[in-house]
């Protein structure tokens, strides 16, 4: 199986937001961001703000080197072992019964609990990732596939806000909690 390029790059480009968005979210305030990630209570307090600032970054060169074909396959290997430590952070205090811990997802100016249907959401941005790696471009891309590509991916991430936020507001998580 060979990928159109407007997929694609309609997937590329919305990982690729997915990506800075998040870095932006860490860096842009991190010394209040890594109080968050204290709160997960996984290391030391003092590897919060260390942490914050790693991951920030890493997620910063991730969503850049989808773009570089030469670093694309160790950015998408990245990205999986992020969401995967992401995933078991949220796992673990679930575990513990913090059900009120806020999941950091969307930045410090949005409370979002965790839940564990974030489990199944983290394997499925996993799986996505993944996807780009499989299988070649069957063809050259265009300039309209690009303008497409640009299209798709801010409707895909304005669908992922969308289904995030409904999910955090609905009965829903609740019933999956069970």
């Known amino acids: 199986m060979r990928w159109d390029p407007l997929p ?5 480009t919305a990982y690729s937001v997915f990506w800075l968005h998040s870095a932006f979210a860490k860096l842009s305030d991190p010394l209040r961001f890594s109080g968050l990630v204290a709160a997960y209570d996984l290391a030391p307090d003092a590897w919060s703000y260390p942490c914050t600032i790693l991951l920030g ?34 796992g673990t ?18 409370q979002e609990p965790i839940r564990p ?17 499989l299988a070649p471009l069957s063809r050259s891309a265009t300039a309209w596939d690009f303008v497409f590509a640009a299209s798709s991916a801010l409707l895909s991430t304005l669908l992922y806000l969308a289904i995030d ?11 999956l909690k069970d």
């Open 8 to 12: 694609f790059y309609g997937l590329l």
């Open 57 to 90: 970054a890493a997620e910063a060169l991730i969503g850049v080197g989808l773009w570089i074909p030469n670093i694309r396959f160790s950015a998408i290997v990245a990205g999986i072992a992020i969401l995967a430590l992401y995933a078991l952070a949220i």
């Open 93 to 110: 205090n679930l575990y513990r019964g913090r059900y009120a811990l806020n999941c950091g997802c969307h930045g410090l100016n949005t």
């Open 117 to 133: 249907w974030m489990l199944w959401r983290h394997a499925a941005l996993a799986l996505g990732l993944l996807a780009l790696v």
């Open 165 to 175: 936020t409904l999910l955090t507001h609905s009965r829903l998580p609740a019933l």
